[in-house]
């Protein structure tokens, strides 16, 4: 038996090699997904345009709905500032019915300092206006409490009441920081104490 020694030896072609069609085929698929996935991607993402238009309608947005909500926000607070007063008032009325016409801010007939102001609607007095710090009455104080605590303004969050003299207006004497309310001891005028007006031209001090 011979062995053929002359015969040249080659490699193998890949059986893809020998068949052009198919690999024009597989290109055209690459080619295919590829658009495919990009035209996917290109829907998935905002343009700089849409963006900005989404940018443009929320600002749209809180330019309408933020003054109506600050404005919701004012009229409440004026509400409860009304409400707060009327109630002082109502309570400053019965404590000089029940003190034989005296105020608030008097002890035996003499200007209590505003420490002492304050309990008289917190605690219990006699008829005086001598106070105790007890808010359950008990001889001889027994009138009061006439509210549970003093009320906030809405405005400022204080609560403490200031001081006005008898001669002094009270657009005079606001300034919206030093204390929640103001009094005239001498004529029983409660006033609120805030600057600026609201939304009908009316000064908070005149409330």
């Not at 004026?78 to 105020?103: F, V, W």
């Not at 001889?140 to 549970?148: A, D, E, L, M």
Request: glycine share 8%; proline share 6%; aromatic share 10%.
């Amino acid at each position: 038996m011979e062995l053929s020694i002359n015969k040249p030896f080659t490699k193998k072609q890949s059986s893809l090699t020998k068949h052009p069609i198919v690999m024009a085929d597989m290109g055209n698929i690459c080619r295919n997904f590829y658009v495919s996935w990009a035209g996917e991607m290109r829907k998935k993402a905002f343009t700089l345009i849409e963006v900005i238009l989404v940018v443009a309608i929320l600002g749209i947005l809180a330019a309408l709905v933020v003054p109506t909500l600050q404005g919701h926000i004012a009229t409440a607070r004026q509400s409860a500032a009304k409400d707060s007063l009327s109630t002082m008032r109502t309570q400053i009325e019965l404590y000089k019915l029940q003190h034989e016409g005296t105020p608030p801010g008097y002890v035996n007939g003499s200007g209590a300092p505003t420490a002492l102001l304050q309990l008289q609607f917190t605690a219990t007095t006699t008829e005086t206006g001598a106070v105790s710090p007890s808010t359950v009455p008990l001889d001889p104080y027994i009138y009061g409490p006439y509210v549970k605590k003093l009320p906030e303004n809405p405005f400022n969050d204080l609560s403490n009441i200031a001081y006005v003299a008898e001669t002094t207006a009270f657009s005079a004497a606001v300034d919206g920081t030093s204390s929640g309310w103001l009094y005239k001891k001498e004529t029983a005028e409660f006033g609120l104490n805030w600057t600026g007006t609201d939304s009908k031209g009316t000064h908070f001090y005149d409330y």
